[in-house]
Nanobody, 116 residues
Framework: QVQLVESGGGLVQAGGSLRLSCAASGSGVSIISMGWYRQPPGKQREVVAT???????NYADSVKGRFTISRDNAKTTVYLQMNSLKPEDTAVYYCKVRASSARDYWGQGTRVTVSS
């Protein structure tokens, strides 16, 4: 089992920055990848950014150049630095971890609201 605790959401003006964190805990689980997803109001959940076990990163086109995904040396905490935020970035952001068993674990979500 993996438990995920997210933090860092909030209200920010357009052009501002926020940093999201997601701490993973649990025993006996090997993490293959970590990532951030978001669900805008009235829309489906979409991938924002992912980072693999060896550090390869991928970003949605809509956030390239503005968002950066990273993790700590222990590879148990993943971050999402969000700069130049836009109103269309408003969403509930979820952390996801994929284990070596191919099972996915999701965080509880943290709300990000960007005002214009």
């Amino acid at each position: 089992q993996v438990q995920l605790v997210e933090s860092g959401g909030g209200l920010v003006q357009a052009g501002g920055s926020l940093r999201l964190s997601c701490a993973a805990s649990g025993s006996g689980v090997s993490i293959i990848s970590m990532g951030w997803y978001r669900q805008p109001p009235g829309k489906q959940r979409e991938v924002v950014a992912t980072i693999s076990r060896i550090g390869n990163t991928n970003y949605a086109d809509s956030v390239k150049g503005r968002f950066t995904i990273s993790r700590d040396n222990a590879k148990t905490t993943v971050y999402l630095q969000m700069n130049s935020l836009k109103p269309e970035d408003t969403a509930v952001y979820y952390c996801k971890v994929r284990a070596s068993s191919a099972r996915d674990y999701w965080g509880q979500g943290t709300r990000v609201t960007v005002s214009s």
